[in-house]
């Protein structure tokens, strides 16, 4: 089954600066790579996500990249605030399955 | 709210007990999906459903675990003979299937305490 692997597992950052979020997976079936942002106590909710046939997707201060060959995507926010401030767990989707890296927590210091 | 409905949010039992964990999923959304979540750790892929037919199922998931769909519109998770290592968040998720993947809409979950 596909393996997803997430780094770093904790970032800090001051507000304003960039943080960004690696992951790899195994599987080179994979076709789609969603973004979660958990925040404590609640729900994952998608904020960003990519298909394979596209290697670049941005929405305001977020976006993704993806390099299939090397199977690896990333997410990058640019700007921080403290509301970004959360766990976030990338996904990669074959048919049948989603599976979901451990999460990063990133705190934005004021 | 039209969104994934979980029920109960919190259930404290002793070991060696069942439990019942049901999910109302989006009502048009035909995939729904069952994750573990642990502390500090991501979704645990248990078992997905489309419509009634369950599709897949952990491997890691053992024979005390049993999931229905029956309709093809809400689901149940059952866990026999619970032990301390099922304490866990149980995460619902529904998605409609457009093409290669979809977004997942999760419900807040049904946090299990097992003593």
């Known amino acids: 089954g596909e393996n997803v692997e997430q780094h770093p597992s904790t970032l800090s950052v001051q507000e304003g600066d960039s943080a960004v979020i690696k992951c790899t997976y195994s599987d080179s079936a994979s076709n789609y790579f969603p973004w979660y942002k958990q925040e404590l106590g609640k729900r994952p909710q998608l904020i960003i996500d990519i298909r394979s046939n596209v290697g670049e997707k941005k929405d305001q201060r977020i976006a993704v990249t993806l390099n299939k060959t090397a199977k690896h995507f990333s997410l990058h926010i640019t700007e921080t605030q403290p509301e970004d401030s959360a766990v976030y767990f990338c996904?990669?989707?074959?048919?049948?399955?989603?599976?979901f890296g451990a999460g990063t927590r990133l705190t934005v210091k004021p | 709210d039209t969104g994934v409905s979980q029920d109960p949010r919190h259930k404290i039992t002793k070991r060696g007990q069942n439990v019942t964990f049901r999910c109302d999923p989006i009502?048009?959304?035909?995939?729904l999906y069952w994750y573990r979540q642990t502390l500090g750790q991501g979704p645990e892929f248990l078992t997905y459903?489309?419509?009634?037919?369950?599709?897949?199922k952990s491997r890691l998931l053992s024979d005390r675990f049993s999931a229905e769909r029956p309709k093809g519109s809400f689901s149940t998770l059952e866990i026999q003979r619970t032990e301390q290592g099922d304490s866990a968040m149980y995460l619902c998720a529904s998605s409609l299937v457009e093409g290669p993947g979809g977004e997942l809409f999760f419900g807040e979950g049904s946090r299990l305490t097992v003593l």
């Open positions: 009502s048009e959304h035909n995939r």
């Open positions: 459903f489309q419509n009634e037919a369950q599709l897949e």
């Open positions: 996904a990669a989707h074959i048919p049948n399955d989603m599976r």
